[in-house]
């Protein structure tokens, strides 16, 4: 009983999680007049390509994702490549300033993103980053990094030090021992930090509102948003067919990289 218990609570928590995939797939297959029906139904009685076709005609969607690609692949690898050492020492070195430095991790969250945003655009002007993908890129490195380098920490500190100490016994210096004995532990928490950034990245909306003003610029959340007429009414059809497919991007980044995350568990303790 307790078994079947877990698989109807994992059976049920799937089906909550496929709905928004199973209602835009539905919805984007859907005439304009089978959606305005009163009675909505989960299966297409007439079902038809022409919100796809629309939607790749109307907007540029490749274009914006291969832009959105280019951002989240930039502005994850940089937030772990920051975070990783930042959160070893982090971990591993205690003090008044490591104290500093996870109180303010801990403070800069609670600061609402509304806040940053015109300070943020000064910078960025100043810097000329305004309008480009560089500086969308950095803003949301600027954004990612104090939850990564959190998450990271977590993860080194899970890491025994004894390790660490065997392998110096073992003749093995500080940077030997980091990188044969704690990387390879630290692998699954790499793959949870680059995912995360990644999806956070490829989802953001606010920031590039503010900072991408030219349409030859602008990423695949603000090209969604061109669906919505000018009276607020959005086509629910190719906005559907639009959305359907931005989400195909994460999904095959998570599904090339989700075997790591239960990969490296205990490989560094073999290492010499």
Do not use: C
Not at 42 to 71: C, H, K, M, Y
Not at 156 to 169: I, N, Y
Not at 203 to 222: G, H
């Amino acid at each position: 009983m307790r078994r079947a218990s877990q698989y109807a609570a994992l059976a049920a928590y799937i089906v909550f999680l496929a709905f928004p995939l199973v209602w835009l797939l539905s919805t984007a297959l859907k005439t304009p007049q089978e959606m305005a029906l009163a009675d909505p139904t989960w299966i297409p009685r007439e079902p038809t390509l022409a919100n796809f076709t629309d939607a790749f005609g109307e907007q540029d969607l490749v274009g914006a994702a291969v832009r959105s690609l280019g951002v989240a692949l930039a502005s994850s690898v940089i937030t772990v490549l920051i975070s990783l050492p930042a959160a070893y020492a982090m971990a591993r070195y205690r003090g008044l300033v490591n104290k500093v430095a996870i109180g303010w991790v801990l403070v800069s969250q609670v600061f609402p993103f509304i806040l940053i945003i015109i300070p943020l655009f000064m910078i960025l002007r100043d810097l000329e980053l305004v309008n480009t993908l560089p500086g969308l890129a950095v803003v949301h490195v600027t954004f990612t990094l104090p939850f990564a380098l959190w998450m990271l920490q977590g993860y080194v500190r899970a890491v025994p030090v004894e390790l660490e100490e065997a392998a110096a016994v073992d003749g093995a210096t500080r940077l030997r021992s980091i990188v044969k004995v704690v990387a390879p532990l630290l692998a699954p928490g790499v793959v949870a930090t680059l995912l995360f950034a990644f999806i956070s990245s490829w989802n953001e909306f606010m920031f590039a509102l503010v900072i991408l003003q030219n349409p030859d610029v602008m990423t695949l959340p603000l090209t969604l948003v061109r669906f919505t007429g000018p009276e607020g009414v959005a086509r629910l059809g190719p906005l559907a067919a639009a959305s359907l497919m931005a989400t195909i991007p994460s999904l095959i980044f998570f599904a090339i990289i989700q075997r790591r995350l239960k990969s490296g568990l205990m490989a560094g303790a073999v290492k010499g």
